[in-house]
């Protein structure tokens, strides 16, 4: 249902395009959301966005250096990723779901594959 792509090893300060391209049962009610996960560590909100209407959420980490954004044409969102910092090495994975809280795992029903983010210091 959900294909995660873009992940790679990036510097310190570079940028990073994550796709998620949606298929199936995900319709225009749902809502796509990235989360992260670092070794060790539980999954970590990053941002969301409703397929419906434009109304991004963001986690702490993510503002004012992230973007999510959708193209409903190609059934695909994106999540524009500036400035990387070496915290942000994780595995990012996107998910849909129609829960009302889309901070929380457990408001999805649909998850990727997931895709790695390195950032090199």
């Known amino acids: 249902q959900l294909q995660a792509s873009g992940g790679g090893l990036v510097q310190a300060g570079g940028s990073l395009r994550l796709s998620c391209a949606a298929a199936?049962?995900?319709?225009?009610?749902?809502?796509v959301g990235w989360f992260r996960q670092a070794p060790g560590k539980d999954h970590e909100f990053v941002a969301a966005i409703r397929l419906s209407y434009d109304s991004p959420f963001y986690g702490d980490s993510a503002k004012g250096r992230f973007t999510i954004a959708r193209d409903n044409a190609k059934n695909t969102v994106y999540l524009q990723m500036n400035n990387l910092k070496p915290e942000d090495t994780a595995i990012y994975y996107c998910a849909a779901g129609v829960g009302d809280i889309v901070v929380v795992t457990t408001s999805y029903n649909y998850w990727g594959q997931g895709t790695q983010v390195t950032v090199s210091s």
């Open positions: 199936g049962r995900i319709t225009s009610s749902y809502v």
